[in-house]
C-alpha cells in the first residue's frame, strides 16, 4: 500500500487509505510526508469516531479508567475471506493488532483530551472534499474498466448521514453524472453509463 500512496500523492489524487498504509512507522511517515510537500490531502478512515460505543461513553460522562478490547472473531477469519496476507507480518506490519489496534489508540487518545486533527467528518459521495471526478477521469485515462465500490457506513455514523435509501442514492446518481461528464469528455459525446 505504501508504494501505491506514493504514485497517487505524485498523481496530486487526493485519497482516503485503509490499513496497511505501511508496515511500520517509517513507511507510514514517508506517505505524511509526500502528502504534505505535494499538499495532496490524504487521511485514513477513522470509523469508530462517533459510532455507538464512543457515543455511549460520551454519554456515560467524564472517562477517569479506560480499558479497551474489541473481539473480531479468530485469526482464521482472514484466510476465509481471502485475506491471508493480513497473518503475514511482513506484509501486513503485524497482523490483526496492527488492522484494528488504530482505531482504539484513536477513540483513547480522543478521551484522555489529546489533540487529534479532524478535518471532515464525512466522506458521502458529492458532499465531501474528494474530488470524484479527477478521480474518476485519471480511471478512465488509465483505461480502468473494472468495478468501482462505495461504502456508506450508516451503522457507525446516523448522526451524520441521511437514511442509506436517500444518501446512497444521492451519491450514486452524482457518480453516474460524473462518469457521464467523463465519457462525454473523452468521446465527445454522452455515453450512458450503469451503476
Given at each position: 500500500?505504501?508504494?501505491?500512496?506514493?504514485?497517487?500523492?505524485?498523481?496530486?489524487?487526493?485519497?482516503?487509505i485503509?490499513?496497511?498504509?505501511?508496515?511500520?512507522?517509517?513507511?507510514?511517515?514517508?506517505?505524511?510526508?509526500?502528502?504534505?510537500?505535494?499538499?495532496?490531502?490524504?487521511?485514513?478512515?477513522?470509523?469508530?469516531?462517533?459510532?455507538?460505543?464512543?457515543?455511549?461513553?460520551?454519554?456515560?460522562?467524564?472517562?477517569?479508567?479506560?480499558?479497551?478490547?474489541?473481539?473480531?472473531?479468530?485469526?482464521?477469519?482472514?484466510?476465509?475471506?481471502?485475506?491471508?496476507?493480513?497473518?503475514?507480518?511482513?506484509?501486513?506490519?503485524?497482523g490483526?493488532?496492527?488492522?484494528?489496534?488504530?482505531?482504539?489508540?484513536?477513540?483513547?487518545?480522543?478521551?484522555?483530551?489529546a489533540?487529534?486533527?479532524v478535518?471532515h467528518?464525512?466522506?458521502?459521495?458529492?458532499?465531501?472534499?474528494?474530488?470524484?471526478?479527477?478521480?474518476?477521469?485519471?480511471?478512465?485515462?488509465?483505461?480502468?474498466?473494472?468495478?468501482?465500490?462505495?461504502?456508506?457506513?450508516?451503522?457507525?455514523?446516523?448522526?451524520?448521514?441521511?437514511?442509506?435509501?436517500?444518501?446512497?442514492?444521492?451519491?450514486?446518481?452524482?457518480?453516474?453524472?460524473?462518469?457521464?461528464?467523463?465519457?462525454?469528455?473523452?468521446?465527445?459525446?454522452?455515453?450512458?453509463?450503469?451503476?
Amino acid at each position: 500500500m505504501a508504494a501505491i500512496s506514493h504514485k497517487v500523492v505524485d498523481r496530486g489524487i487526493p485519497f482516503v487509505i485503509e490499513k496497511p498504509a505501511g508496515v511500520d512507522v517509517p513507511q507510514l511517515q514517508a506517505i505524511a510526508d509526500a502528502a504534505h510537500r505535494a499538499k495532496v490531502p490524504a487521511t485514513v478512515p477513522f470509523v469508530q469516531r462517533n459510532a455507538p460505543v464512543e457515543t455511549w461513553l460520551r454519554q456515560a460522562g467524564d472517562i477517569v479508567y479506560e480499558r479497551l478490547s474489541f473481539v473480531a472473531g479468530p485469526p482464521g477469519r482472514y484466510r476465509r475471506n481471502g485475506s491471508p496476507w493480513m497473518l503475514d507480518p511482513p506484509r501486513s506490519g503485524g497482523g490483526c493488532l496492527t488492522n484494528l489496534g488504530p482505531h482504539f489508540v484513536d477513540l483513547a487518545l480522543r478521551h484522555i483530551g489529546a489533540s487529534v486533527d479532524v478535518t471532515h467528518k464525512r466522506s458521502v459521495v458529492g458532499d465531501g472534499s474528494v474530488p470524484w471526478g479527477q478521480i474518476l477521469r485519471h480511471l478512465r485515462n488509465v483505461k480502468y474498466d473494472d468495478a468501482l465500490s462505495l461504502e456508506y457506513e450508516y451503522r457507525w455514523h446516523p448522526q451524520d448521514l441521511d437514511e442509506p435509501e436517500v444518501g446512497f442514492r444521492r451519491s450514486a446518481q452524482h457518480l453516474r453524472s460524473l462518469l457521464a461528464e467523463c465519457d462525454a469528455d473523452t468521446s465527445g459525446r454522452t455515453v450512458g453509463v450503469a451503476l
